[in-house]
Structure formats: C-alpha cells, structure tokens
C-alpha cells in the first residue's frame, strides 16, 4: 500500500526521554497497565499516557510477533505469550503475527551470524506445529477480544523490490538504522551483518503499518531488545497515518544467578510436547532457583498476587513445596491440570520413593549396543543429564551420577543389558534429573 509521503520524510532518532525509562513508579489506571506492572512486565513504554487513556477509554488491540525458525517455540517465548494473554484477559483483543515473511530474512537481534535460511515449505510446516501452542493460553474466534492469528507473508512476500524501497525506505535513514544495539553490537564485534538482515527492520515496521491499517492495532509489545525494531514502527504509523500508536518492552529475562531463561544441559525447553516431554517441563520449573520462585510465579502462572506473596517469602526446606505449585501452575497451563498431577505423581515417586515411572523421560538405545557396552559418561551425555562426556566424568568423579539409585564414581564403567531392572537402566543426576534408558 503506497504512503502519502509527497515530502520524503524519515524518521528521526527515537526519544530517549522519561518515555524509554522503566515505568516502576507510573501510577496507571486501566487494568491491562496495572496488571503488567504489578506483575513485572513492563521495561520501557513509548508513550506511557496516552497508551493508558487508551486501555481505559475501550477495547485496544495490540500484537507480538513470532519467527517460526524451528517447529516449536520455547520457554524464552513465553513471557511474550504471557503478556498476550494479559491483554486478553483484561479485556483487549491480541494478535499473534507468525513471522512467515519475516522468518525468510532473520532477524538479527542479538545474534553475532546470520540464521539458516529455511524455506518456504519448512516455514509454513513450523507455523503448522507451532499454532497448538497459543490455544492453550489465548481464546481464538471472531468475538471483538478474542485472539486472531496473522502470517506477515500474506504482505510481505508481495511487494516487488522497487515498490517496497520507494514506499517505504524512504522513510528509515542508514545514519539511524547503524545506531540501533542490534546492528551497533553486531559491527562492533566485527562480525558481518548481510544486507539482508538489516532489512528486517525495516520488514517489522511495516508489519506494524499493516496491522494497524488492517485490524487498528495500536500497540506492539516484545522484549526490550526489540526496543528500537519496535520503535521504529510506532514512529512509521504516527507520521504516514497521523493515528495513535505504541510501543511496550519487557525486561530480557534471566535467572537469579545470570542464566538465560530456558537454557538447560538438554538444551531449549520447547513448549511442544513431543520436543519437551511434559514431566520434563515440569521439572524445570521445579529446579526454579529459590530466589525466583515468586517471580517465575508472577509471570507464568495465574495465581494471585497475595497468593504468590506468601509463596515467595518461605525459605529453606518450604521453598521446595512452592516450586512444586509453580511447576503445578507452569504445566497446566501449557499441557493441562492431567499432565501437571501425573507428572508430579511421576517425579514424587522417582525422587522420594525411588520408583520407576512410566512417566519418566526415557532415552532409547539399540538393544545391541546396550549389549556390548555403552560408556556411562557417554550415554549420560547422550541422555541430557549432562552436557558433554567431560562433564559427566566429572559428575560421576563427585558422585552426583547414579545407576539404578547406586552411586557410580566411574565414568568409563560400561553399562550393559546386564544393568537392566524392569527391562530399563535408571540413570540419575544429582537430585533432581532421571532418564530411563530403554532398549528397542
């Protein structure tokens, strides 16, 4: 869609005012604000005011947008589903815009190289499987709050080269674009940034622009390291269409002890659950650390404020009881209250009555391999209950590996089919991670 723009107009550095600080002590008045600050969401907001007229006065509908680079989002995508769901439930319409154009290019934020390009076929199959997903947090249908889900390659993938420089580069300059951290950061550690990537930009503004024309969409919300991505469309609306627009960041989430969120030994935590099996889920939050169990609790449960409050004051040995209601809460939420009791039934009876579940994470391995001899530390690695054999020597040399509950120090001891209790090997690490090595 060609932008009246008769004056070549571009847009200017972002303001760095009160606008971009955090809002910690705004006092807002609609519920939606209220509740994402009570409940530690908000980082920076572009116009702090006017969005909260705006929550107040109706209805407002705002998106997040969601590459489909591999066919299931994680744990690291979840606080940007959580805060979709916040907006619904305080009454607003959310948009979830899967990134089947946008996907094609990559987005280079926070990346030191370029992503694999997928195809067309990968990107729309990944959509395909990733879609279950927000069912499960988001009420979808044609009601003016229920949830609508967008593919930006309906417009995107559209425009002819020459069209969308012409409509729409002239508004962005090279001067501004090299100032965002995104590319700022990628130059600095001199690694090479295709012309590709630094389109993608440019590609999220307009998908602003898009929704805006097509579903009044006001407001994009998304990580702060979105900040200036995000920015950029809100400024894009306010110039060519003269109307309202907004802009909302969280905080980027980490661990109390600095980790990035979602990152294990087995690597992502992947929201599917044929990638995360829903006992597995469950245990990551129950290894939650002490010191974010209130946190994780506002953020990706439910429960009450008041409730959570009690929760996050217990200390020692009591904190354990809160992880588990956190994990509880975590898991219904994604798999259902039937998966959360089972996979809670499952860890109980691993860890304090040392029995073998059906439901425990299992690791299949040839029945022939297992009769030769499969080295523990390899197969512990191979297993996710540690990140390399290296690792897992070391965790056998301290005795935090175990074989079928026993203590096992060496990490080069074969484990054969002789080792088979119940037609499986149980293997632990330290406390709180069993796998079930099962032959086939």
Request: charged share 20%.
């Amino acid at each position: 869609m060609p932008l009246d723009n008769p004056d070549n107009r571009v847009l200017e550095p972002a303001p760095t005012s009160p606008e971009r600080s955090q809002m910690s002590d705004q006092a807002f008045k609609s519920e939606f604000l209220r509740t994402m600050q009570a409940r530690g969401y908000i980082h920076q907001i572009t116009h702090p005011v006017e969005l909260d007229e705006a929550a107040t006065g109706g209805v407002i509908t705002a998106y997040i947008g969601f590459d489909a680079t591999a066919s299931s989002l994680h744990v690291g995508h979840l606080i940007q589903i959580m805060m979709l769901r916040r907006l619904q439930q305080a009454g607003h319409k959310p948009i979830v815009l899967m990134g089947g154009g946008t996907t094609k290019v990559g987005d280079p934020t926070d990346k030191d190289g370029q992503r694999p390009l997928l195809t067309h076929e990968q990107i729309q199959g990944n959509i395909a499987t990733i879609k279950g997903t927000f069912q499960r947090f988001l009420t979808f249908g044609d009601g003016p709050t229920d949830a609508i889900m967008v593919d930006n390659d309906e417009w995107l993938s559209k425009f002819g080269y020459v069209e969308f420089l012409r409509n729409y580069g002239v508004h962005f300059t090279v001067n501004r674009m090299l100032a965002f951290d995104s590319v700022k950061a990628r130059l600095e550690r001199e690694q090479p940034m295709t012309f590709l990537e630094f389109n993608y930009m440019l590609m999220q503004s307009v998908d602003f622009l898009e929704l805006e024309r097509k579903y009044g969409c006001v407001l994009q919300m998304g990580g702060s390291d979105q900040w200036g991505n995000i920015v950029n469309g809100v400024e894009l609306i306010r110039r060519v269409d003269a109307k309202p627009s907004f802009g909302l960041t969280t905080p980027l989430l980490s661990t109390a002890s600095g980790q990035k969120m979602g990152k294990t030994v087995g690597g992502a935590v992947w929201l599917n659950a044929d990638m995360r099996s829903p006992y597995d889920y469950w245990q990551f939050w129950r290894n939650t650390e002490d010191a974010d169990v209130g946190r994780f609790m506002r953020l990706f449960t439910d429960m009450p404020l008041d409730e959570i409050a009690r929760y996050a004051a217990l200390q020692g040995a009591e904190i354990n009881e809160a992880k588990k209601v956190l994990a509880n809460a975590a898991t219904t939420l994604l798999h259902g209250a039937e998966a959360a009791a089972t996979a809670e039934a499952a860890s109980r009876a691993a860890f304090e009555q040392g029995q073998v579940s059906a439901d425990l994470p299992t690791h299949e391995v040839a029945a022939a391999e297992l009769k030769a001899g499969i080295v523990l530390a390899a197969l512990a690695a191979d297993a996710g209950l540690a990140s390399s054999r290296g690792e897992a020597r070391r965790l056998a040399q301290g005795g935090g590996l175990k074989v079928n509950d026993k203590a096992e120090t060496d990490g080069n001891r074969l484990i054969t089919a002789a080792d088979l209790a119940d037609g499986v090997v149980k293997l632990g690490a330290g406390k709180k991670k069993i796998v079930l090595v099962k032959p086939i």
